[in-house]
């Protein structure tokens, strides 16, 4: 950096932000009201871009798009989005040359480690978990929204009004960019092998998920788990399991959370709510509410107001979200579903017979047991885009022939609707076990699809 004259003001840090997402222009207004010079670089050069561009532009921050970022121009500071690989070629430069390069969420600690953090990871249920935990602190006069990889941008919470708690769901591609979030209370969901193609081995994405949860001061772990119980039961002090299954499901772990044979909700010992208060199904839900009471019951949160907000928690957008009923199918949306795992689950949680939707961008993983629920339950499958071919084989190869491949989500429920009330199936299910990245920019964007065809083929 070029050092200032005497008499002259001494010249402003330049940083770079890598992403025009939420995330990215969330940085990039935070690095300016910081001080810095702010140059943001994403490599398309869309409408929304060029929007963002013009808006950044009246606020003194330089837009490259169409640009793939690389450290050759004077920088001290790059900060990734959560959706740009860690080991991108300008990213190992940066690195190199002693930038300092950090992710969007790292930026948000260095605003906000003052406040108390929850930290909030998992494979599956993270942002169910995180929702609920949301709505718990809207039920009281406590400020916490929802950030990071649901809801707001975490520098964006820098950038408002002050929250009370800062509110957080980490993905492994935000954790792996931040060594520094500590939260005051950290959550373990699930774990299940998943982004494989970015983080390499399982063992790496394990670690990715522990080194939160090492750096939190209370810890939250589902005891409903078995990865988890049988790799961290003796890892850390301060640490709260929970279980649906009663208190003495998981021995010699003994939860802190947990529901009796009465149904109540337990927390160390004290009753909190009865488990039916929440209207969500699946029993991966009544794990969720239990991590959300453990997290509430740390924050101080009166019983009351826990109560309130489940009673009044009507689930979360794409994870097996009721859309529609049409001549007595319900169409579910669980989009959110993009791994094998959470097919599962969702296909679990339905009533059957079932139509399946499915596919997208496959990912690699451990089909089996979604095979099996497939199996089970499914009395057609839908197979829509890349991985149609590759799930096509799958099913043969178990023994399973009633699928087709229809190509698009148009397609899919067009059919559905022609061949649901003959199979009389009572569910139509999108829960595509795969990313989306083949037809759509985001695994909302084929839920809100999938919605907008049932609303055009079935009203």
Partial sequence: MESAQPGQPKPQPTAYVIGLGLSGVAAARLLNKQGWHVVVSDRNHGERQISQQ??????????KLGH???????????VASPGVPWDLPGLVQAREKGISTIGEMELAWRALSHLPWIGITGTNGKTTTTELVAAIFKATTLKAPACGNIGYAACQVALDPKPDWVLAELSSYQIEA????????????????????????IENYYAIKASLLERSENRILNGDDAYLRETLANRWENSYWTSIDGPNAIAPLVPSTFIDEQGWVIHEGEKILAATNLKMVGRHNFQNLLMAVAVAKLAGIPNNAIATAIENFSGVSHRLEHIITWEGV???????????????VGLSSVSSPTILIAGGASKEGDDTAWLERIQEKAVQVLLIGDAAP??????IDVGYGRFEDVGTMENAVKRSKEIALGLKAKVVLLSPACASFDQYTN?????DDFRQQCERFLK
């Fill in 390 to 395: 590759k799930f096509g084989q799958r099913l």
């Fill in 443 to 447: 695994f909302e964007a084929r839920g």
């Fill in 54 to 63: 013009n808006a950044l532009a009246i606020e003194g921050i330089e837009v």
């Fill in 330 to 344: 319900d169409f579910i949306n669980d989009s959110k579903a993009t791994n094998y795992d959470a097919a599962e």
């Fill in 178 to 201: 931040s060594i520094g979030p500590k939260p005051k209370i950290g959550v373990w969901t699930t774990f299940t092998p998943d982004h494989l193609s970015r983080h390499k081995t």
């Fill in 68 to 78: 793939i970022f690389s450290a050759d121009a004077p920088m001290e500071l790059v």
